[in-house]
């Protein structure tokens, strides 16, 4: 493996607690899909992310350029010539608190939509996975899967539960070798809800 680019891969995530100004530039479908997918396949220009999203190059520039100018993108140095520009997400985790936004009621109708769209890209993606399941090995639909656990707990200790979990998630992903044979790229969801049973 090439060691700049393994240095490269075990650097720490760079990370973002949106703002007011950022949640609400990010909650429009194409700029979530934008930042998504320079997060995934890294820089890109609007040509190319026009084809990746099926869309035009016109809109994705448009919609690059807002992404920017609240900083969760950036222009890549050293790329691009004449008129064609290289972008890269400047961040590669966005984090927020539920309760960031309670007192601005424009930022909380962001924060909604979004996590409404990260639930409706769940389940288009977990549609996508079913579909195609069966051309995998089966080594790796095994490794797949969903699965839940119910347990009574007080808020601050879910709060260490989910701090931990983002800890081994973390450490994976920094030890993980993406030039390892048969190695993948996979999405992990990690989703904390109240079980509603019952209740009105």
Do not use: C
């Not at 707990?153 to 920094?174: D, F, G, N, S």
């Amino acid at each position: 493996m090439d060691s700049v680019r393994g240095m490269a891969e075990k650097v720490p995530p760079r990370r973002v607690r949106i703002d007011r100004r950022q949640v609400r530039a990010l909650a429009h479908p194409l700029r979530t899909r934008l930042l998504g997918a320079l997060r995934v396949k890294g820089p890109a220009t609007a040509t190319d992310l026009a084809g990746l999203l099926d869309t035009n190059t016109g809109a994705t520039s448009y919609h690059l350029r807002q992404l920017a100018e609240v900083g969760l993108v950036v222009e890549e140095p050293g790329r691009g010539t004449g008129r064609q520009r290289w972008w890269r997400a400047a961040h590669d985790v966005t984090s927020w608190e539920n309760t960031d936004f309670d007192d601005d009621p424009d930022a909380r109708a962001a924060i909604e939509w979004i996590q409404a769209e990260q639930v409706r890209h769940f389940v288009e993606h977990a549609e996508r996975w079913f579909a195609v399941r069966d051309q995998w090995s089966p080594q790796w639909r095994d490794a797949f899967g969903m699965s839940d656990v119910f347990m009574t707990i007080p808020a601050a200790r879910l709060e260490a539960l989910k701090t931990e979990l983002w800890q081994i998630l973390e450490r994976y992903r920094v030890e993980a070798d993406p030039e390892e044979p048969d190695a993948e790229q996979v999405q992990i969801f990690l989703t904390v809800l109240p079980l509603l049973l019952g209740r009105k």
